[in-house]
């Protein structure tokens, strides 16, 4: 078969315009193994096909688009690195976007192959050619070429190809095409930067953090709101974070948010500035970033009394974020009865906000709540406790009346706050003194979707697996929650029939 797919081959660059042959030729490739065309891969000939690209011609276009995509899988990276490089610059420059993909989608390989990728590295103009995809109308095109160059700046050549080069050059040109272009720039710096401090230094060296942080403090909210993504995308890494502190961005931040009340337009950044914050406490240390700068825990308990709902969801994520570990949790139940009063308000969210806010609210809740079992201490026990108490007058029929609502993902989010708790032997006597509770847990009838399926299970398994489940629930709910365990989430049971005599 693959020597079939070579004869037309052969077929098709003898020819003018062969669109018959180029459909035979791309019907019979998709029954080609992609072995047999390896085996075959010293006689392909892909010149013909490529200069078949270059005729203004769609359809014709396509199919060798098509084909291509399935030949060169079968060649070597280094194979097409050394012998279509000619090639791969046309393609990149072609008006055909389909062809721009098919080219970057082969640089892609090439960089991710030790041997191949030098082979770019010593060609210049086509690793202008990918700088300045990234300047284009297409967005596929140039997420391609920014993951091809992120890949390139991994070893210490590529980085010295990129930033100690005319290439540096480029990129700054192509920055210049218009606003988006050079968000799609910066995303590429950032990206590079988080790899290493080396890289970092690379980034910082060619001006184009600076100018990022500088945009970020600059007086254009719009501007500052996207800017705001990527250097939280930055403080991600921990030379990322420190290089922030030193150069004083962080401390920008807390008083760009100390100036917020009097910013009329501060909604468009507030958000990812507040998200920064809460980024940073969690990879940090909360006590001392929450201790550094109180305006940030300040803002998120302002921000859960505003009437617009985007400011609550933002504060709630990062009371969520705050509450995932041990020493969030302390900040937090430090602030004593203010914190009391913010529960309240997520508790009235939770079962009166839209559908998107209740679940993020939940989600919040869960996070707070769960305490791993060698953390449980007396003092952390008696706090989730009344964190719970402070919700609303019975916080259990609260979440069993959101869950029960005809919201798979509403059922799934209330599923996980019980999850959350369920370990907790406070929880577990409220679960069992409360009315059709246990049942409730038992009941496989009540769910429909794999999802809640799953979320169920893993309530019973969080009941099931605690020390204290049997002394509190009894023996006998304890072995049913066991039985339910090993019987798996999707255990239907099975219908017993009766016979009956003369029936047919």
Partial sequence: MAAQALALLREVSRLEAPLEELRALQSLLQSVPLSELREQAAELRLGPLFSLLNENHREQTALCVSILERLLQALEPVH?????????????????????????????????NSDAVTEILNNAELLKQIVYCIGGENLSVAKTAIKSLSRISLTQAGLEALFESNLLDDLKSVMKTNDVVRYRVYELIVEISSVSPESLNYCTTSGLVTQLLRELTGEDVLVRA????????????????????????????????????ADPFSSFYLPGFVKFFGNLAIMDSPQQICERYPIFVEKVFEMTESQDPTMIGIAVDTIGILGSNVEGKQVLQKTGTRFERLLMRIGYQAKNASTELKIRCLDALSSLFYLLPEQQTDDLLRMTESWFS?????????????SNQPFPELH????????????QPWAQKLMFNSPGFVEYVMDRSVEHDKASKDAKYELVKALANSKTIAEIFGNPNYLRLRTYLSEGPYYVKPISTTAVEGAE
């Fill in 80 to 112: 097409v690195a050394r012998n279509l490089r000619v090639d791969l610059q046309r393609g990149l420059t072609h008006p055909n976007d389909s062809v721009k993909i098919l080219t970057l989608s082969q640089v892609g390989r090439i960089v991710e």
């Fill in 226 to 261: 996207t800017c705001i993504e990527m250097v939280t995308s930055l403080a991600c890494t921990h030379h990322g974070r420190q290089y922030l502190a030193q150069e004083g961005v962080i401390d920008q931040i807390s008083n760009i948010i100390v100036g917020a009340d």
């Fill in 390 to 402: 402070s919700l609303s007058r019975d916080p259990l029929e609260l979440f069993r009346g959101i």
């Fill in 412 to 423: 799934c989010a209330a599923l996980k706050v019980f999850t959350a708790i369920a370990n």
